[in-house]
């Protein structure tokens, strides 16, 4: 089946019909005599320092097609006229920009003719709701993070980190960079690493967007990096939050310069661009490098209790912890971004690629847990894309384009000294030789606790454990993602006002990954020299392999793509990597009138998960052994492809000048995160031995998500300078991932087991609002307002866990039935950016180029359940009882204002200094973010103020275990865990930070 999707595909390619989906964008106008007029026939329109030009028709009209995103210069002259020149003009991808000319007699004296474009406040060909960040916008913003960026769009919410478009899930959303998905099939995020200051424009489509992009329901996030222009730029960029200038050796001093912690943010950022041995070949690159020495600052209050003993453990801790960032956390990003263009007319060949290499420390273990630990684990990630695209112009109103994208992305962490090499994990020996000798106490030695492969003991102080140092920190592990897109295009006009195009896409994936516990591993040692000493090893390396492998398999090991040992693989049953294909076909017509743009398209789409599913599910016997773990494979079969139809139809009414109304329906599918569906085997049958308990269970055979949506809205300019846009939408959502049980034949030697299925559902509908003021007497300004309502029967593929963990009145399997709001719902969320700033010769000498940006960031909150239970209930819904309706409370509304003030020096003729102040959270607010479900305040977590759950601890303990509890468990959240799968729930929003920057300009 794959091999006829694809000749099916090359054969579209040949004629040419595929599409990619689109990067180019228009320019369209009208060219007319300035006193009388009338249109000028033939007059030559140029876009400066590229091949591309037009001739204008009868009507006086001219269209430019097939622009990469970005800022040009263009030129229209006629004989017997002034040449008019406009600079400043902007292409957005996919959109077009109007252009019109008057041009001026040569009679009539007004000396060269130079125009600088203003922003248009106004996109009358938008069918949807399409909002365009530019690299200026960007370069303005007091914004740090693409993502921070995308989360001031109206419609997207940006909650723990994760980013959220019109109430559909976190994976929903689809990201495109130089018109390639880079979206990464496992988790469903994006899966590539971009540099801000490389990108020419973020664009937003909240939903309603044309035939040619599928693989996303909620929205998507197209990306386009910057391209070289004709003169050589270049610019280097310094970012630190070491305001004070302090030492190293001060880093975790718990101080406060100028009201804020070093949270060891450092960030530098160089670029240069332009001709590349002839203004035909065009070069831009760019190279970030950031490190944070805490990536997710929050307003840690440190902790000093003194030393404190535990009479029954009879160990000893000083419990000192500097406020300010957390030990043990430093991150190091170093990414690449290049671009090359080609204008070898009629053929334009573009290459662009991004390499982003990452490393840090990690642990198994929570901040305070390693409190006492000093030794680190390590990870090393990379990831990056590379994108070949060819553009040939046949006809000034016909080009097709061929493109091959490459995306990868790994990641591999280990104890250094310890490598891959699991066998060693738990051996003291080879922990001495890496440097690190296994703590022995007294106590451990009192009780037994010793010998060359036995685990230390943690250090107890209260009944609270703390990993001694010299710990094995981390266990080892991997995954490997690589992918490979195949696209083709043509687009065509017919007439006047269609606009065509025609094609389809081919995406396949190769996907490994190997894990296995922590403390799986360091248990490894441990039993492979029992067995070594028993009876059963025959003293031959078959033997021990054999053995090693039971031994792996028991443990749960998670592969595929590798072997049981970690070895990669190619081929096999059971170990062979996923290879999942995603291909598509559409057509989509534009339709331009006067007074009405029509987009009319219908795409299909082909899925193939490349997954196994169990014959019968409710007999694993057939595919596990229940006793070894040992797979068979009669008892397996492959999962089925899936493939559907998608309409979708777009209207924009410009009813004038300034008012254009626009709506649109579409249906769209979507296969889930993968992770919901991939599991190693053996991992699968080692959980679907344990029975009634799995942690993260997995969807065999789980279908895409459905959406059906319908948009309407308009936009009005006010004034000269200002627009506003009201958009309101409603979404109906099917088959999202759920949480069940699967219940077995009674003649089965394994009982019921959690599964992932298709079940959840959802409906959301909201209105958006954007003002948009370009600037004007200094004063520039944008803001959005998004009102939401999210209902559905679960927020993520989890949400189900606990009521499937405990049921109630006897029901096994509960599948929710009634919608309430998902708990990434914001009813309201908004941002006001000002920017108000001097130009080069304006005002008095001290402010000129001298700017101040405030952004003020607002939501109300997001909904929780609040619940009783034991001390496990934040952490497991199944010890939690809910006291009111699912999703009924809300989380505090937040409130924060951004900073930047800059001032500009022009040092030479084209070299300028740039330096400024950036503050993140002004006002210092502690903005609530998450809070404990038992109290919903983020300050008590109903424990150590509820007497029946803290009085034998206090009895036991003494008064003192209330300060350490509340340090632990409510300061520093050891109490507080988030759902499987999700994001890292963190109480607060960053707390006041500043950062001090130099950038030079060339």
Known sequence: MHRRILYFLLFLTLIPALLSAGTRGRIKGKVVDMQTGDPLIGANVIVMGTTTGAATDANGEYLLINLEPGVYEVRASYLGYQTVTVSNVRVSADLTTELNFELPSEDIQVGTIEIVAQKPLIQKDNTNAIRVTSSEDIQALPVRGVNNIIGLTAGVTLQNGEIYIRGGRNDEVGYYLEGVSIKNPITGRRGVTISQDALEEIQVQAGGYTAEFGGANAGIIRQQFKSGGPQLKASYEYITDNVTFKSKSDAFDGEKRLGAHWWGYNEQSATLSGPLFSDRVKFFTNVNYRYDRDPEPQPWPGMNLGVISDPISRDTIDFYYPAGPLKGQQREFITYTGTLNFDLKPVLIRLSGTYTTENGATSAYSAIQDLLQTRRGKYESNNGALNLKITHVLTPSMYYEVSAGYYFSNYEQYTPGLGSNIWVY???????????????????????????????????????????????????????????????????????????????????????????????????????????????????????????????????????????????????????PHKPVFAAAYIQDRIEYEDLVINAGVRFDYIDIDNLKLVDPTRPD????????????????????????????????????????????GKFIQQPALNTAYRGLYRIGFEIKGGFFIPQPAGFNLRPTRTTQYELGFTQQLTDFMSIDITGYYKDIKDQVQFTLQNTDRNSAFQSYNVLTNGDYATTKGVEITLTMRRYERLAMNASLSFQDARGTGSNPYSNSGIVGAPLDGVTIFVPKYISPLSYNQALRGNVNVDYRFGPNDGPALLHDFGVSVLAMFNSGHPFTRGIGSLNAETDARFRQPIEALNSSSTPGEFQVDLRIDKTFRLMDKLSLNVYVYVINLFDNLNIRNVFLRTGSPEDDGVIYNPELSQQLIATYGEKYIDLYKAINVDYQEGYGGVPGAATNLMYGPPRQIRLGVRLEY
Request: no cysteine.
């Open 622 to 665: 057939l595919g596990i052994n229940a006793t070894t773990g040992e797979l068979y494979e009669e008892g397996w079969e492959k999962v089925p492809t899936f493939s559907a139809v998608s309409p979708r139809l777009g209207f924009s009414f410009p009813v004038t000048d300034r008012t254009v109304f626009h709506a649109q329906f």
């Open 426 to 576: 738990g051996d003291s020996v080879a922990n001495a030789e890496a440097g690190w000798t296994i703590p022995r106490t007294p106590k451990d030695i009192d009780n037994g606790v010793v010998g060359r492969y036995v685990s230390p003991t943690y250090a107890n102080i209260y009944g609270f454990d703390f990993v001694r140092d010299g710990t094995v920190p981390i266990g080892y592990g991997k995954n490997d993602r690589q992918g490979i897109s195949l696209n083709a295009s043509l687009s065509f006009l017919v007439g006047k006002n269609h606009s065509f195009k025609v094609g389809g896409e081919y995406q396949t994936y190769t996907l490994r990954n190997w894990t296995l516990g922590t403390v799986s591993q360091v248990g490894l040692a441990a039993s492979v020299d029992q067995f070594i000493n028993s009876s059963n090893y025959d003293g031959t390396e078959a033997s021990l392999n054999a053995y090693k492998r039971q031994l792996l398999i028991t443990r749960g090991v998670n592969n595929y793509g590798y072997d049981v040992f970690g070895n990669k693989v190619d081929d096999g049953f059971f170990d062979a």
